[in-house]
């Protein structure tokens, strides 16, 4: 027999859903500044300032977006200090938050974790620093194997990140997390796409509920629209959950992830703006800011 009191409840709660549903495909686009917490400038955008996409035309599709500030890290390092040290970069507004790549070339790619020269490359980039200042962290790096973050120059780099405050950007599995943090628990972990296996949502929430400093940058996110271009209901409750924990991300990997840049940035813009304007001012910029130590835009 139905429990016909608890019915009017319900039907007060669906309508609940279906209310706030539709406020997030009405809301109008997040219009505040954007940090692009995982941006490439590799050798084949530049290529010698002979490439196709020189400093002018990346710096004007940032200045265009609102994007005020990005994590640099490329293959080589050399696209990162072009940026970092261009004036143009600052004429454009534009803040540039240097890591260390631990690739020289793509056959790095695959051996990063157990090559002892990486590891020479990486003091050698700390000691030298940008234009724009001294690396604020690591990575992106690869793990194609879980197992590889056991290798010892990959124990050696989370320790070093460890000991000096620098953030580490891992593309891994969610077995990997675990793997890196057991390395050096007090480290500023960022999850590359979050999980771009595509890691179950409740997955994701129990890695974030067991280390308090993972973050995670949302690029490539498997499962995390829907078809109106808003949060899918799970990664909506997960985002409302951990506002401080999430960041945003180009990841201009291929020349072509340049050529669609106005999109990527528009789909951040709508479903950001589908959210709490206070935890979308949070995902879009402060969570970057406050782990870099960024003034307000």
Not at 9 to 31: F, M
Not at 145 to 168: F, I, T
Not at 199 to 227: F, H, I, K, N, Q
């Amino acid at each position: 027999m139905p429990n016909w009191p608890l019915a009017p409840v319900r039907y007060a709660q669906a309508a609940i859903i279906c209310i706030a549903s539709l406020a997030s495909a009405w809301a109008a686009d997040y219009t505040g500044p954007l940090l692009d917490a995982h941006l490439h400038y590799n050798e084949e955008a530049w290529n010698g300032q002979t490439g196709p996409h020189p400093l002018p035309d990346v710096l004007a599709r940032m200045q265009r977006n609102g994007v005020r500030a990005i994590v640099a890290n490329s293959r080589p390092n050399d696209g990162t200090k072009a940026l970092a040290d261009a004036p143009q970069t600052r004429a454009a507004g534009v803040t540039v938050v240097p890591f260390v790549r631990l690739y020289r070339n793509r056959a790095d790619y695959d051996n990063w974790f157990r090559d002892e020269t990486i590891y020479t490359l990486v003091q050698t980039e700390l000691a030298r620093g940008t234009g724009a200042g001294p690396y604020k962290g690591l990575g992106e790096f690869h793990l194609y194997d879980s197992a590889n973050a056991n290798g010892p120059v990959a124990r050696k780099l989370m320790q070093l990140a460890e000991k000096q405050q620098l953030a580490v950007l891992a593309h891994v599995d969610d077995v990997a997390i675990d793997l890196l943090m057991a390395h050096a628990p007090k480290a500023r972990l960022i999850w590359a796409h979050t999980g771009i296996g595509g890691a179950p949502a409740a997955r994701v929430d129990a890695l974030m509920a067991r280390y308090p400093l993972l973050m995670g940058e949302l690029s490539y996110r498997p499962g995390l629209t829907c078809d109106d271009g808003q949060l899918c209901p799970e990664w909506r409750a997960l985002v409302t959950k951990y506002p401080d924990r999430f960041l945003i991300g180009s990841d201009t990997w291929v020349n072509q992830r340049w050529l669609y840049y106005d999109e990527l940035m528009r789909g951040y813009r709508r479903w950001l703006g589908g959210l709490p304007p206070d935890v979308a001012r949070k995902v879009a910029w402060d969570n970057g800011a406050r782990l870099f130590g960024l003034p307000a835009p």
